[in-house]
């Protein structure tokens, strides 16, 4: 059973830093494409960054320059946020894309103050 399992979050005030990680088990394969969507309450869930196996990567325009996703080895992910808003509070959801199938973390809350 794959399972993909977040970390870091937290409240920060504006301005500061947060960093996620997420891993994946379960699965025998490496995601081709690992990466972050987040939800603000009543807002739909929206791509945060996103990198491939050939590290080519993909920011939503709001992150660009502040957010930096990595990928420490084949099955983990980062996502460095610096000059953080309070825009930015929402639930965050670690994605791994495994042989054509989807697969969510169950999220991690990020709430950052004025």
């Known amino acids: 059973q794959v399972q993909l399992e977040e970390s870091g979050g937290g409240l920060v005030q504006a301005g500061g830093s947060l960093r996620l990680s997420c891993v994946v088990s379960?699965?025998?394969?490496?995601?081709?494409?690992m990466g972050w969507y987040r939800q603000a309450p009543g807002n739909q869930r929206e791509l945060v960054a996103s990198?491939?196996?050939?590290?080519?990567t993909k920011y939503a325009d709001s992150v660009k320059g502040r957010f930096t996703i990595s990928r420490g080895n084949t099955k983990k992910t980062y996502l460095q946020m610096n000059s953080l808003k309070p825009e930015d509070t929402a639930v965050y959801y670690c994605?791994?894309?495994?042989?054509?199938?989807?697969?969510w973390g169950q999220g991690t809350q990020v709430t950052v103050s004025p």
């Open positions: 994605n791994a894309g495994i042989l054509g199938l989807e697969y």
């Open positions: 379960g699965s025998g394969f490496t995601p081709n494409t």
């Open positions: 990198m491939t196996i050939g590290g080519n």
